[in-house]
C-alpha cells in the first residue's frame, strides 16, 4: 500500500469537497487535528468519539475522517470529555479530519447524492436549506410505491429499521436530507413532495406534515450519515492507493 503527505491529502480534500462554499456551518471543517505528517492508513467514521479512536489506533490508522468533528463553534477548554478525546488522538499521532455540511450536499459523495443513487430515486433539484445554501436534493421514484415498499427498500438499503408516520400518500415525490433534516418539510409544498425522508424522528414535523400531507420517514440520524465517509473512503483508495476502512459505530438513533 503506498502513503500520502497528510499536507497533500489535506488540501485535495478541501478542495475536492468545497469547503469554502460552507464557511456558515458551526463545524470547523477541515484539519481539526494534526497528526503524522505521512498517511500510510486512512480510517472513516460518522462520529468522532473515544471508541472510533481507540480502533483507528489498535489498526495503525494516522489519519481519520469523519462527518461529526470535535470542533463546533469554537473550541473554549480543553477538559473532561473533550481533553481525553484530544489527548487519545494526539498520543497516537493521529489526524482528525472533519467534514460536515459539504459531506451533506457534495453531489458526487455526498450524503444526500449517496441516498438517492442507493434508493434508485432520479435527482430533480435541491432542496434542504441550512444556513443559507442547499444541502440535498428532492427527485423522484422510478414508479409509484407504497410507503410500506419504499420503507422496506431503505431497511434494507441501510440496514435500518425506518419509523414511519403515514398520511396516506403514495411515493413518487421524496426530499430526502441526511441526519437531522427535518426543518427541510417546510420545503415540502414547494417542490410537491409526498414523502420526505430524514434520519431522526422529530415532533416537531408531525403537525406540519398532517397539514400538508406529506408522509414522514425517519431512517436513523447515523444510518444516513454512513454513506457520504464511505464514499471518500473508496474514492481515497482509487485516487491514491492508499489504505482505507470505514469504522462503524452505530448508536440505533
Ligand atoms: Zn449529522
Known amino acids: 500500500m503506498k502513503s500520502i503527505q497528510r499536507d497533500k491529502l489535506v488540501s485535495f480534500l478541501d478542495d475536492g469537497l468545497c469547503l469554502s462554499e460552507f464557511s456558515q456551518d458551526e463545524s470547523a471543517n477541515g484539519l481539526q ?13 460518522v462520529d468522532a468519539c473515544e471508541y472510533v479512536f481507540k480502533e483507528a489506533a ?8 469523519v462527518h461529526h468533528g470535535l470542533i463546533w463553534g469554537g473550541l473554549r477548554s480543553l477538559s473532561g470529555v473533550v481533553r481525553s478525546r484530544i489527548k487519545a488522538l494526539l498520543d497516537s499521532d493521529i489526524s482528525l479530519y472533519a467534514c460536515h455540511l459539504p459531506l451533506d450536499w457534495h453531489p458526487k ?5 449517496e441516498l438517492l ?16 445554501k442547499n444541502i440535498s436534493y428532492w427527485g423522484r421514484t422510478a414508479k409509484e410505491l407504497s410507503l410500506d415498499e419504499f420503507t422496506a ?3 434494507k438499503a441501510l440496514e435500518t429499521r425506518s419509523s414511519v408516520v403515514s398520511f396516506n400518500k403514495k411515493v413518487r415525490n421524496v426530499g430526502v436530507v441526511s441526519g437531522g433534516g427535518w426543518f427541510a418539510i417546510n420545503e415540502a409544498e414547494k417542490y410537491n413532495i409526498d414523502t420526505f425522508l430524514t434520519g431522526e424522528p422529530s415532533h416537531s414535523a408531525y403537525t406540519l406534515a398532517e397539514e400538508m400531507k406529506v408522509n414522514l420517514v425517519f431512517a436513523g440520524h447515523y444510518a444516513t450519515e454512513t454513506l457520504g465517509v464511505k464514499a471518500v473512503g473508496d474514492m481515497l483508495k482509487k485516487k491514491f492507493g492508499v489504505a482505507a476502512e ?6 440505533g438513533l
Open 109 to 113: 459523495y455526498g450524503n444526500n447524492a
Open 58 to 65: 489498535q489498526k495503525k490508522m494516522d489519519f481519520l475522517f
Open 246 to 251: 470505514f469504522i462503524d459505530h452505530p448508536t
Open 33 to 45: 487535528v494534526e497528526g503524522s505528517s505521512t498517511v500510510q492508513k486512512i480510517g472513516l467514521a
Open 117 to 132: 443513487r442507493l434508493l434508485s430515486i432520479r435527482k430533480m433539484g435541491e432542496f434542504g436549506k441550512y444556513h443559507g
Open 153 to 155: 427498500q431503505i431497511d
